[in-house]
């Protein structure tokens, strides 16, 4: 048999896969075409098929969710062993798709696979589909927003204050405050080297705040009625994160000048041992943050953070 002729007989047999197998349902066609070893790859598969088994539980499964699945071959490309299938597949989420509530919505999606031959049977296979397409057209998530360009003579809406650099006295003492206290994790310590910088990160930022005594070592706080930084505003997802870091920094001995409730925020102040304003906060819910005509609530109701810190676990 030629070449031409085995990559022939290859792209029939992954035209079956798709036509036949999944668009049709036909689960006798995965005895004929997939190999006893078959393994498939697929990243956004929770359950790895391997075998004509898998695939028929594969199948089996997509069916029963989809029963109406059709799907249709755009391209087809062969070279030696392999097998490229880009196709389209059309159904309507009538009985619940992965385990959501049925939509009644019809949805397409686009998809790319690769088989791997060897004796005209599929050993082994890669898919590739737009699933984020497939959950938005069905109503299951957000659509991704594409950013607004800025407005001529303004900045781009996606502008964010990246970090603080501090200017503090001691350095170690800086950083317990900011590393313990706080939790923010040391990206960078330059002490070693004979540098007195330090960088901080929450998550995998290179550093939301960096401290230094290049010129501020033994220092002391500004006086009051001078210009300078009012505090350091760091925002936590939530109420739950916000009470477990005021809990650290209360059994930490720092003291906590008090908590107001702002109407977009939820904010607790205090001061860095260098005497720097430092605000905690989570945002309330964004139907909050304007009043019944649409102006900015404004308010600075007082609470005690004590309480919200004996909401930690």
């Known amino acids: 048999m030629t070449r031409s002729t085995h990559e022939e007989r290859n792209k029939a047999a992954a035209r079956r896969w798709t036509e036949e197998l999944w668009g049709a349902g036909d689960l006798g066609v995965a005895d004929e075409i997939v190999a006893p070893d078959y393994v498939r790859h697929d990243p956004g598969d929770p359950f790895p098929a391997r075998g004509p088994a898998g695939v028929k539980r594969l199948v089996g499964m997509l069916r029963g969710m989809l029963p109406d699945l059709k ?23 009538t009985r619940g798709y992965l385990g959501r509530p049925a939509t009644g919505r019809t949805v397409t999606t686009t998809a790319i696979q690769i088989f791997r031959f060897e004796a005209g049977r599929i050993v082994e296979s890669w898919a590739v589909r737009d699933d984020l397409g497939t959950l938005v057209q069905l109503g299951h998530v957000p659509a991704p927003r594409m950013a607004p360009p800025a407005a001529p003579g303004r900045i781009h809406p996606d502008v964010r204050i990246g970090h603080v650099h501090l200017r503090v006295a001691d350095l170690p003492r800086a950083l317990a405050f900011y590393r313990d206290a706080l939790g923010f994790e040391v990206t960078a310590d330059a002490s070693a080297d004979g540098i007195p910088m330090a960088l901080l990160a929450a998550g995998d930022y290179h550093h939301h705040i960096a401290l230094n005594t290049f010129k501020s070592a033994g220092g002391t706080p500004p006086p009051a009625g001078h210009t300078g930084l009012h505090h350091v505003a760091i925002l936590f997802p939530g109420r739950r994160e916000l009470a477990a870091a005021v809990k650290r920094i209360v059994a930490q001995g720092y003291p906590i000048d008090g908590g107001q409730d702002h109407g977009a925020t939820m904010s607790v102040y205090l001061h860095d041992p260098d005497g720097n304003g430092v605000e905690l906060y989570y945002d309330l819910p964004l139907e909050r943050w304007r009043d019944a005509d649409g102006a900015p609530v404004l308010r600075a109701e007082s609470f005690d953070p004590h309480t919200l810190a004996a909401e930690a676990a």
């Not at 799907?71 to 087809?76: M, P």
């Not at 299938?85 to 309507?92: D, F, N």
């Open 71 to 93: 799907l249709t071959i755009e391209d087809q490309i062969a070279e030696g062993d392999r097998v490229v299938s880009r196709y389209t597949s059309v159904a309507t989420d």
